[in-house]
């Protein structure tokens, strides 16, 4: 018979007492240290089987018993429980300490970025409207301002612009929603949120004023943008691997913190540069279509990558304007064959 030390809770009560735990087969004795019978039976269950901390035995009257060996692990059929083997299999344990490393940086990196990539065609138009609505309100308060161009030419621009991409042989995803907005932290510049709504500043129109095309050409590379949501597949990205983060430390508050900052976090990422050549090649094929010169695009990123070099941009530039290796895509734009005539 096997005997073990520890502290027996009586049932439906606040007290207990030191009592021994005896076991033969299937069957369990608690006794007390005066040797009286508090609990008998084989109708038991085990606690959380956590390491260093000992394994709870809960009886079906409601007691239970602690044992004072932290080490124990009794069970009904007599076999330690998997989670006690594994940590005390020697390959086990190495083998966590290189794979689940491993697993973690794989989960993070391919694993639920691409998940959340291959869920996102499927989401509701609705999430990138919300999305693009409280983006807007975050932004206007933070770093946007009023636009200072006329209403005038602001409407002007806007119908010019909504006119072309009406002439385009594929619907997009979403009616773009254009907005003119000032932003001297930014410089000239534009983006777009998933959702459609493109946010054009102002120094962007004053930079590309008496180059209409290139302006066109900047639009349609963030309507390139929008068609292949790649505003919503960042976020969702992000999100899937905060939330595992959040997860394995057990700070569910982050995952609030990361609905709250969708808006500035989606505005922050910089596009891969997979993301960029397909909007810059949608850009320069919907240029052909209108009837256009494809070097318009280049023409655009040649003006903004000037402006960037002189020093007038700001720290916020960098963020908004991350897009890799201005002169390979100024090269790409020139020579885009003419082919190339389907937006995709």
């Given at each position: ?9 009586f ?6 007492c ?8 299937q ?10 019978v508090?609990?008998?039976?084989s109708?038991?269950?085990t606690?959380l089987d ?7 035995l809960?009886?079906?009257d409601g ?5 004072d ?9 007599g ?5 006690t083997?594994l940590?005390q ?16 940086w794989?989960?993070?990196t391919?694993?639920?970025p691409g ?17 693009d ?5 975050i932004?206007d ?6 636009s200072?161009?006329?209403e005038a030419?602001?409407?002007?621009w ?10 385009l ?10 907005q003119?907005?000032?932003?001297k932290?930014?410089g ?16 962007l129109v004053t ?21 292949h ?7 969702a ?8 983060l ?13 609905l ?7 505005m ?10 397909e909007a810059?090649?949608?850009a320069?094929s919907?240029l052909?279509?209108?009837?256009k010169?494809s070097?318009?695009?280049a ?6 990558s000037?402006q ?8 916020w530039?960098?963020y ?5 290796s201005s002169r ?11 082919a190339s005539?389907t937006?995709?």
């Amino acid at each position: 018979m096997q005997s073990y030390s520890g502290t027996y809770y009586f049932a439906g009560r606040s007290n207990c007492c030191a009592a021994l735990l005896q076991r033969q087969h299937q069957q369990l004795i608690v006794r007390s240290s005066e040797g009286e019978v508090l609990w008998q039976g084989s109708n038991f269950s085990t606690g959380l089987d956590l390491p260093g901390l000992a394994t709870e035995l809960h009886f079906d009257d409601g007691s239970y018993f602690v044992p004072d060996d932290v080490s124990l692990r009794l069970s009904v059929d007599g076999k330690a429980s998997l989670a006690t083997r594994l940590e005390q299999h020697k390959v086990a344990i190495g083998l966590s300490v290189l794979l689940v490393p491993l697993l973690l940086w794989w989960l993070a990196t391919r694993g639920l970025p691409g998940f959340a990539t291959a869920v996102v065609p499927y989401l509701p138009k609705s999430v990138s409207l919300t999305i693009d609505r409280q983006s807007m309100q975050i932004l206007d308060n933070t770093l946007l301002g009023n636009s200072a161009l006329p209403e005038a030419q602001q409407q002007q621009w806007r119908q010019q612009w909504l006119l072309a991409i009406a002439q385009l042989p594929e619907p997009l995803l979403f009616q773009p929603d254009i907005q003119f907005r000032q932003a001297k932290g930014m410089g000239a510049n534009a983006f777009a949120l998933p959702g459609g709504t493109i946010v054009v500043t102002d120094e962007l129109v004053t930079l590309l004023a008496d180059k209409p095309d290139a302006l066109l050409a900047v639009l349609l590379h963030e309507a390139g943008h929008v068609q292949h949501q790649h505003g919503l597949k960042l976020l969702a990205q992000s999100t899937a691997t905060t939330m595992l983060l959040a997860l394995i430390f057990s700070d569910l508050e982050v995952l609030s913190e990361v609905l709250l900052g969708s808006g500035s976090s989606l505005m922050q990422a910089a596009f891969s540069r997979d993301m960029e050549s397909e909007a810059d090649l949608f850009a320069t094929s919907a240029l052909l279509v209108l009837g256009k010169n494809s070097s318009a695009f280049a023409d655009a990123i040649e003006a903004i990558s000037q402006q960037q070099d002189s020093g007038s941009m700001e720290q916020w530039t960098r963020y908004f304007s991350s897009h890799p290796s201005s002169r390979e895509r100024i090269e790409q734009a020139k020579n885009q064959p003419a082919a190339s005539t389907t937006p995709r």
